[in-house]
Antibody
């Protein structure tokens, strides 16, 4: 069974940093392309970016607005990361990690809530 | 840009639901997907490649369309189908985008 478990969410002050983790199991993480999606309270889904598998050079693509965010992976730990810097109040959202398969996001974690507030 | 309509659909169990997703320019069917999200839950993939149901998705859900116009149809609404539905386009070279969502609510 595919499982994605996000952790590391919480309350952070504007201008602060936070790193989310996503532990993966039940599939070959090494070969998987992964992504992060967020959802502000009461709003729709917003894609943050993706990271390819190492066999596909492990390159990342981020949306321009997310220049403050960096996606990385540790295949030895089956873990995906989202490093978020210079956080703003508008970054308050639930953050989901997902797998990417056949041009869609086929498995999602339960989400991690990040609240940016003074 | 993906535009979904209507914003809200008020229907009764047993009704047929027709949800629209319109792209600002023509997209390949391969890159069009649909998701369902219930309150407090993560989204779930329903349809990929515009018309292929994901594993475990009941056959009352179907996707169709091409070019700029795509449709998600729920043939007979079950109580558990009342949720928000999102379409998504995957641009292999640049990014991925979602429509604004359609809420299917009980009338």
């Amino acid at each position: 069974e595919v499982q994605l478990v996000e952790s590391g969410g919480g309350l952070v002050k504007p201008g602060g940093s936070l790193r989310l983790s996503c532990g993966a199991s039940g599939f070959s993480f090494t070969n998987a392309w992964m992504s992060w999606v967020r959802q502000a309270p009461g709003k729709g889904l917003e894609w943050i970016g993706r990271i390819k598998s190492k066999t596909d050079y492990g390159t990342t693509d981020h949306t321009p607005v997310k220049g403050r965010f960096t996606i990385s992976r540790d295949d030895s730990r089956n873990t995906l990361y989202l490093q978020m810097n210079s956080l703003k109040t508008e970054d308050t959202a639930v953050y989901y990690c997902t797998t990417i398969s056949a041009y869609s996001l086929d498995f999602w974690g339960q989400g991690a809530l990040v609240t940016v507030s003074s | 840009v993906l535009t979904q309509s209507p914003g809200t659909l008020s229907l009764s169990p047993g009704d047929r639901a027709t949800l629209s997703c319109r792209a600002s320019q023509s997209v390949s069917n391969r890159y069009l997907a649909w998701y369902q999200q219930k309150p407090g839950q993560a989204p779930r993939l329903l349809i990929s490649g515009a018309s292929s149901r994901a594993t475990g998705i009941p056959d009352r859900f179907s996707g169709s369309g091409s070019g700029t116009d795509f449709t998600l149809t729920i043939s007979r609404l079950e109580p558990e189908d009342f949720a928000v539905y999102y379409c998504q386009h995957y641009d292999t070279s640049l990014s991925l985008s979602f429509g604004g969502g359609t809420k299917v609510e009980i009338k």
